[in-house]
């Protein structure tokens, strides 16, 4: 069984994603910020949808679920259990938990909770693809917002260890901004030359960088680098950096500033 992932832009820099099953004809649509693109992407593509997958509550993700739900009442709408007990994601209708399974297209997928942008974030793993919201994005990471440094960082790692050919669906266009910070943590990192100059060329374009993939991103993210020798450097120079947590830490803050 193929599922086939299509890139649905939304607002200003946002994806949407439509999980589609040709065989059933149907669509599980990931983080809808606006109903509008994404049902006409669904026409387009010939496929209802079947459910809503929502990687955290932030409205630039979720802002179009009342719309979905306007035009298809039954849509269940999923979210994390901590974004239900908070009641943060319109019209949740099941909260999940870590490694809770879902099926779609007879693939299975894992939600894994990895807060940090926000404590009920989720990533949706399965069939060599993970969508990972606002928790790792090709060349960067969100901002952590509601956890904690260590917690994103522990976030970060889990996503990391996925098989290196896992194609990564992220929620927001900022890879080639996020590898010109990268350029500047490693200066001498070619791999990071190297993708930040085809980012651009696609930018260029006005095509979309998606999907990454893990091998690409331990070879160039910066925040997935605690390890490298020139990432230390850089967190040094920026205060503690004894521990991966605190290289992240420095490396997070510098973002932020950029
Ligand atoms: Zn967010």
Redesign the pocket.
Known sequence: MTLEVLVIPLLRDNHGYALVDRSSGTAVVIDPSEADPVSTALHAASVRPVAVWCT?H?A??VGGVPGLLERHPELPVLGSAFDLEHGRIPGQTRGLRDGDELVHGGVAFDALSVPG??LGALAYVGAGHAFT??TLFLAGC?RV?EGTMPQMRASLARLASLPASTRLWV?HEYTARNLEFAATVEPENVAVAARLEAVRRRRAAFETTMPGTIGEELATNPMLRWDAEAVLRFAARRGAAATPDEVFARVREAKDAF
């Open positions: 955290h932030h630039d993700h942008h926000t919201g606002d969100g917002f929620g």
